[in-house]
């Protein structure tokens, strides 16, 4: 923490990793998606935030000191933390699933919504598991308990999210699944049913398309893997195009 002097009053600023939880990484987050530039005004405004105090009390404070101290706070720094893979809440341990294994239909349609959404706290349950009461007696000594999601720590959770987004951009450019129309007039482009995953109304909707709304169909996809999918989409892309060249 930095102690700062203002109005002879005392404010703490979080200036490290551990020292800032997801409710108050969210807060400062949207406070940036509204600014269309970092400028003076928007560190201002994250500086009010950081310190959990008015507006008017960080506009007291001269700018080049607001610049100087924003400049290095570590919320605009690239550095990422490296280790989220265990996390409690409310004293009940989580582990991070990982990406090695690929997912169902159905698990990454779900997660998806909670993407678009935004509803990362119910993703969060999903990228975690519980780790059994017997397990990791240590560990459980070790990591800090939070006693709810908002309070974990904000950088933990958006390395899970950032990890898992990186997983499906590689999974849907190993498919050629975003890049289908690219440089294709458009009179000429194949069924929306190729697009991107995250178009439309999501992955419910494009294999309502696939399967010709057969919900007997529809949910033995939701059942498949994921790359299944994927490979089926691709196959369907390419057989369009032979069709439309022939």
Known sequence: MI??????KTYSL??????????????VENILIDFETIDIEAKKWVMAALIGTEYDVIDMVVDEQVQLIMDNHIIFSDNMITNNKYIMINHVL??????????????YAI?????VNEEYEDLFYRLYDKVKWYQHPIRRILIKNNKEF???????IKLSIHQYLVWIGDLIKEYSISDVNENIPEDQQSDEIIKSPTESFGIYNIIMKLTNNNLIEYKEWLNEDIKSLFKFILYRTVDSQNQTNS
């Not at 908002?150 to 950088?155: D, F, P, S």
């Open 94 to 107: 989580y582990k991070y699933k990982g990406l090695d294994n690929s997912i169902s239909v159905e698990e």
């Open 3 to 8: 102690k700062l002097n203002i109005d002879n």
């Open 150 to 156: 908002n309070l974990t720590n904000y950088y933990e």
């Open 14 to 27: 979080p200036n490290s990793h551990k020292e800032i939880n997801y409710q108050l990484g969210r807060k």
């Open 111 to 115: 997660r998806e919504l909670c993407i």
